[in-house]
């Protein structure tokens, strides 16, 4: 007796650090799972978001994000945020002219000319509070909260965050509810817009370090604060693959848009080609790579 209790403690205490090891990586590009860092360690990540091609021309929009992670206590955690952006675009809008997202052309500037910027964007504040931990209860549950301000723009986003388990942990399925307000201040226009998200996927590991899975976006815009002025509904999906080392880890994910677009006002529909929507909205392809660098 006395030596199965030693073997089950000694069990447990090999297990905890892995468990805790696993807590904060993010297997997904986009989707956030409902793991939190323990209290009193934090982590290092860098975000590289690019979105890539429209209908036509060159079109590369590269969104950066450096954060920090902390775990405040074993159900609350909080982090900060430096973002930043990189855009390059020449006669990629559906009329052949030049834009996007990311680009803010003045009266002064060649509609038909390359635009390229270097911007600040934002700082901002991220916490998390788990309700159920998906590795002690039957599902995981969180909440998020994440303003941000900077020169140009405000937003607030609010998510909430599922998480289910399988197979000994090695099939993780999540999905995230998605709600954000911005406001943009642009050199010729003030834009006010309200988002909804729903993102879901699966990440599975196959061998030792090594996740794969896929993940799908459902993106819905409203013009101004609230749902009652639809602008339209796009989808995206594309798969991810995550590598879990001792002291790092590393995700990389791409989300292609599905030609299947809903477009619910004039403005909008002249921005859709190919049934996928472009304009100020969307590219068609987005890369993500996160790197992740816990201290314990």
Not at 203 to 213: I, K, N, P, Q, V
Request: no cysteine; glycine share 8%; net charge negative.
């Amino acid at each position: 007796m006395l030596r199965r209790t030693r073997a089950a403690l000694l069990a447990l205490a090999l297990l905890v650090p892995l468990v805790a090891a696993r807590a904060g990586e993010s297997p997904f590009g986009w989707i956030y799972t409902a793991d939190i860092h323990p209290a009193g360690t934090f982590e290092y990540e860098h975000w590289s978001f690019l979105q890539q091609g429209q209908a036509g021309g060159d079109y590369r929009h590269l969104q950066n994000r450096e954060e920090l992670e902390f775990g405040i206590t074993s159900k609350f955690q909080m982090s900060a945020y430096l973002n930043w952006s990189y855009v390059n675009a020449l006669r990629n809008e559906p009329d052949g002219t030049t834009g996007g997202p990311g680009t803010d052309l003045g009266p002064g500037d060649d509609p038909f000319g390359r635009f390229r910027r270097t911007h600040f964007d934002s700082v901002s504040v991220e916490a998390i509070y788990q309700i159920l931990n998906p590795l002690t209860d039957r599902f995981g549950l969180a909440v998020y909260a994440e303003p941000a301000i900077g020169p140009d723009e405000r937003e607030l986003e609010l998510r909430l965050i599922a998480q289910k388990n399988f197979l000994d942990d090695r099939l993780i399925l999540a999905g995230n509810l998605m709600a954000e307000i911005e406001r943009e201040e642009m050199k010729m226009a003030l834009e006010k817009a309200t988002m909804v998200d729903l993102a879901f996927g699966a990440s599975y590991r196959f061998a030792d370090h090594w996740s794969l899975g896929l993940e799908a976006r459902n993106h819905r815009e409203f013009e101004g604060y609230g749902l009652g002025n639809k602008e339209h509904s796009a989808w995206f999906l594309g798969p991810n693959l995550h590598y879990a080392a001792q002291h790092w880890w590393l995700t990389a994910a791409w989300r292609h848009q599905l030609p299947v677009v809903q477009a619910f006002t004039e403005e909008q529909r002249e921005v859709v080609r190919g049934d996928r929507i472009y304009g100020d909205e969307h590219a068609r392809n987005e890369f993500m790579l996160k790197i992740g660098i816990p201290f314990r």
